[in-house]
């Protein structure tokens, strides 16, 4: 059964830090993994999609990386900034049963 | 349209009561997805349609819960007999097919009083 698990389950930085979140899964029978971002009372955003084949995606201040065979991803957030306070979550589309499984989400805090 | 529309956004109902939700996804999306989440819980996998195969329901939590997707297109979520625990946000999602991205809509929050 396909498990995702993130660390640290919160975090507090200042503003202008740069910053790591960090993603596992269990299996490695993965089509994508995918990073997401809820504000509160709020859907999701897509921030990066990275497919099984790809190590890498960026987007503005943000990259992700992916290392499938150890089953570990890590969303890097550059430059931090009050808007980035958000929670952030991982996902990852299961090839086995076609389904998108979550972690439990890290809720940054950004400091002015 | 040009995202996941979910509606309504809001829904308080009386306990023992039936509610629809709706979720209209992106034009031409054949998978849709449908998460729960509670207060301060992570997303809750509920239901999964894909193109004209048969759903997976293995995440709907009793049989109260069902859903049903009209013409591939508009799916709506059915809770009867509604119960305080059922209280949350339940959200959509939809995605081109399998091995791509999900776009999620803006939730409904419903509230069993």
């Known amino acids: 059964k396909q498990e995702v698990t993130q660390i640290p389950a919160a975090l507090s930085v200042p503003e202008g830090e740069n910053l790591v979140l960090n993603c596992s899964f269990t299996d490695s029978a993965i089509y994508n993994l995918q990073w997401f971002r809820q504000d509160p009372g709020k859907g999701l955003t897509s921030l990066l999609l990275i497919q099984s084949s790809q190590r890498e995606q960026t987007s503005g201040r943000l990259n992700a990386s992916l290392d499938k065979s150890s089953g570990r991803s890590t969303l890097y957030i550059a430059a931090s900034q009050p808007g980035d306070s958000a929670t952030y979550l991982c996902?990852?589309?299961?090839?086995?049963?076609?389904?998108?499984?979550f972690g439990q989400g890290t809720t940054l805090q950004v400091k002015p | 349209g040009a995202g996941v529309s979910q509606s309504p956004s809001n829904k308080v109902t009386e306990k023992g009561k039936d509610v629809e939700l709706r979720c209209d996804p992106i034009s031409g999306h054949t998978a849709l997805y449908w998460y729960r989440q509670s207060l301060g819980q992570g997303l809750e996998f509920l239901i999964y349609?894909?193109?004209?195969?048969?759903?997976?329901k293995s995440g709907l939590p009793s049989d109260r819960f069902s859903a049903e997707r009209t013409g591939g297109s508009v799916s709506t979520l059915t809770i009867q007999r509604t119960q305080q625990e059922d209280s949350a946000v339940y959200l959509c999602?939809?995605?081109?097919?399998?091995?791509?991205?999900?776009?999620f809509g803006s939730g409904t929050r419903l509230t069993v009083v």
């Open positions: 999602a939809s995605s081109t097919g399998t091995g791509y991205g999900y776009t």
């Open positions: 349609f894909q193109g004209n195969s048969a759903p997976d």
């Open positions: 996902a990852v589309l299961s090839s086995n049963t076609g389904k998108l499984i």
